[in-house]
Structures are given as structure tokens and as C-alpha cells.
């Protein structure tokens, strides 16, 4: 919803400093500019965990390959913080 409403804002509304840092690591970004990231590229990047093909000429990822990715991320999330805690 806030990317509706404001595409442009930064993506630490909705998202933790580790969740954006795994994103970064996970997907790699097809823009290459390198330029301020906003809470749009990071959605489609987490559509991209969940399946979303990002194709010139597909329609908006939709609530279930959001949620795919998002189940997605959040596994990994958990592996990286048990880690952390084992090994670091």
C-alpha cells in the first residue's frame, strides 16, 4: 500500500536494514545506474524471490507472487540470523 501511494519513498517504511541488505545481496538489480533505491525497486525485487519474471510487458506482481517472495525472504532471513548467532 505505501507503494501506491508514494513509489518513491525510501524503503526503510517497510523494510529493516537486514531485509534490505539481503535483497541486495540476493537479487541482483537489473538497473545500471547506480542511483537511490525506492521502496518500488525493492518490492519488484522481492516479486523477483517470488516467482515475478519482471518482463517489459508483464502487468504489476500481485499479491500471491508478493507473498511467495516475501515467505521467501523471510526464510533466509531466519538462516542468516541462526547463523550469525553459530558462527559469528
Request: aromatic share 6%; charged share 25%; proline share 6%.
Amino acid at each position: 500500500m505505501i507503494n501506491r501511494a508514494a513509489p518513491s519513498a525510501s524503503p526503510r517504511l517497510a523494510l529493516t536494514d537486514d531485509e534490505i541488505v539481503l535483497i541486495d545481496h540476493l537479487v541482483a538489480s537489473r538497473k545500471k545506474v547506480p542511483r537511490l533505491r525506492t521502496i518500488s525497486d525493492y518490492l519488484y525485487e522481492i516479486a523477483r524471490l517470488g516467482g515475478y519474471l519482471a518482463r517489459a510487458n508483464d502487468p504489476s506482481p500481485g499479491n500471491i507472487v508478493i507473498w511467495r517472495g516475501w515467505t521467501r525472504l523471510m526464510d533466509i532471513k531466519i538462516g542468516a540470523n541462526a547463523i550469525r548467532k553459530t558462527c559469528g
